[in-house]
């Protein structure tokens, strides 16, 4: 998941980043924001029978209002299952770490990563367990779940895990520079030719014509946005029936066109980079300031902490990220927050029931609120707490998508995504042909692919 610094309960978001640089692991303080170093968490407090099962949960929030938002998730299963207590560590993540400790012997009994991103290859090198039998085991159901959410965390048609909070993005628009222009801020673009001509209007030049004062939208900044469009224009990054990697079809070779033409459009004189250099405030930087009229952004930035505070008298809206098929708009990407069980781990059953605890109402929107994500839960989908939040209506309308999609759940994906990332660079600002460049990049994961397995 992004990067966070999100909390909003009572209207403030205070969190530090799933994911981002966080705290060395460390047991969480007995008293979120003192100052004494803690040897024992909250999620300890509850006194236990000595039969007990005790397990370790490992998770990766580290801001202050995130470890006390998951302690008192913990708390409350630990109030009322005597016979599983869970003790929390937390802190930032590595997938190096969990699997050297799976190599090690000596796991954590759970995992709840900040990003899925981990999920294909620690299921593909048995890093994590398959949940499926457990959780018929245990009888769990998990009719409330979104299913695209849980596609984020199967791996070879099995569950490796299961989604806690997740985020989706899509476009932010200022109301007013929309009015401005003579643009109707009711009707956002809704197809790339609609955002390529709404972008002319709304683009503003210097006198001199060679800088950019306002940008109508930026394709890649703040993130280069190959997860979020890609789908949008059709393009496809692996076909799971052939096993082929097909970054390089005439889809998203056009994808990659569709890139290029912002940057050989607007970046002459190195307008558009020039501009994204000045950003600064996050992500949204260019838009609270003004000086980019459209973007694509995450959920969290209608949190307390982002735009609302950031950008106060900013008037904005959002809309699903334009399509280039009716029947493609309004669906999104999703990736979130990951709950698995290591291989190793002394009590997977009593592991996987506290894993289902997770998939009810009141942990998944005490975090949700919290980090002022999007829930994996349908029946949170109509909560008033997170409905009411401005702007958010979108993102939940969008993870909830008959045609909301993920990534790739194969093993060379975050090679995949690297390349990616890499070639649009090339493409974009070294003069490399994108058709050249896709075919290279297949051939490499390919082959990859084929020698490692999906």
Not at 106 to 133: E, K, Q, R, T, Y
Request: glycine letters at 8%; one cysteine or more; charged letters at 20%.
């Amino acid at each position: 998941m992004r990067s966070r610094l999100a909390l909003l309960m009572g209207g403030a978001l205070l969190a530090a980043a799933c994911g981002s640089a966080g705290p060395t692991p460390t047991a969480a303080p007995a008293s979120a924001g003192s100052g004494a170093p803690a040897t024992e968490d909250a999620s300890t407090a509850a006194s236990a029978p000595a039969e007990a099962v005790t397990l370790t949960l490992r998770y990766c929030w580290g801001g202050e209002g995130e470890v006390k938002a998951m302690e008192q998730v913990i708390q409350a299963w630990n109030q009322q299952h005597p016979e599983i207590q869970v003790k929390g560590i937390s802190g930032n993540i590595q997938t190096e770490e969990v699997a050297a400790a799976v190599a090690g012997g000596a796991p954590p009994d759970m995992v709840i990563m900040c990003d899925n991103s981990a999920v294909a290859g620690f299921a593909h090198d048995s890093v994590i367990m398959p949940l499926d039998d457990l959780l018929t085991k245990i009888g769990a159901d998990t009719s409330d779940i979104i299913p695209s959410s849980l596609k984020w965390t199967q791996y070879q048609g099995k569950q490796y895990g299961l989604p806690f909070g997740q985020d989706t993005w899509a476009l932010y628009y200022n109301t007013d520079a929309f009015t401005e222009v003579g643009l109707d801020p009711n009707k956002p673009p809704t197809t790339p030719d609609e955002l390529w001509a709404d972008a002319a209007k709304l683009t503003k030049w210097s006198a001199d014509g060679k800088t950019l004062e306002r940008a109508g939208f930026i394709p890649d900044d703040p993130d280069k946005n190959l997860e979020s469009t890609s789908n949008l224009f059709n393009c496809q990054f692996y076909d799971e029936a052939s096993k082929k990697i097909t970054v390089n079809s005439p889809e998203c070779v056009a994808w990659f066109q569709w890139y290029k033409k912002w940057y050989d459009t607007y970046n002459k004189n190195n307008a558009m980079t020039g501009l994204v250099a000045t950003r600064t405030g996050g992500d949204a930087g260019l838009l609270d300031t003004g000086k980019q009229a459209m973007g694509i952004y995450g959920e969290w930035e209608n949190g307390a902490s982002y735009i609302p505070k950031n950008a106060p008298d900013l008037h904005y809206k959002t809309a699903p990220i334009p399509a280039i098929s009716p029947d493609k708009y309004g669906a999104a990407f999703i990736n979130g927050n990951a709950f698995m069980i290591p291989t190793g781990s002394t009590n997977p059953e009593a592991a996987a029931k506290f894993g289902m605890y997770l998939m009810t109402d009141p942990p998944s929107k005490t975090m949700d609120i919290q980090n002022a994500s999007v829930p994996q839960l349908k029946s949170l989908l109509t909560d008033p707490t997170l409905t009411a939040i401005p702007n958010q209506q979108t993102f939940l309308d969008l993870v909830n998508h008959k045609d909301a999609w993920t990534t790739p759940m194969i093993s060379v994906y975050a090679e995949l995504k690297d390349g990616l990332g890499s070639a649009l660079s090339a493409v974009t600002t070294g003069g490399a042909d994108p058709q050249s460049a896709l075919d290279d990049l297949a051939s490499q994961m390919q082959a990859k692919l084929d020698a490692n397995g999906p």
